[in-house]
């Protein structure tokens, strides 16, 4: 998410608690392949005019990348489809997978959407 101010605490606070959960993200190829997308499709190739501009731009390649696009690393599923199918199996590990409410997520990508 974009903001016009994050004190340092706070951004420091928050990596930790990432570096905590999932390890050093440059040891993490995921991690390291999704700034990488980020950067090349939404932050190097977008003009961004203003904070409310930056969050559009961010909720629909969010909404893109989630909803839309296939993903090599997941069968050529979109992360939704691939959430999907791995909610059908009972004692599946989707409780691993970020939770997200459709609904609320649609609205916020409507409401930041042009």
Sequence with gaps: ?????VS???VARE??????TYGKPQQNALIETFNSSLRAEVLNEEGLDSLEDAQRKLARW?????QVRPH??????TPAEARRAL???EGSAHAVLPQT???DY???TRRHSL
Excluded: I, P, W
Excluded at 72 to 77: E, V, Y
């Design 87 to 89: 909610d059908q199996f």
């Design 62 to 66: 969010r909404y893109d990348d989630n």
């Design 106 to 108: 649609e609205n916020q």
């Design 8 to 10: 340092g605490a706070r």
């Design 72 to 77: 090599s690393s997941l069968a050529h599923k």
């Design 15 to 20: 990596l930790h608690a990432l570096v905590r």
């Design 1 to 5: 998410m974009a903001d016009t101010s």
């Design 101 to 103: 409410d459709d609904q």
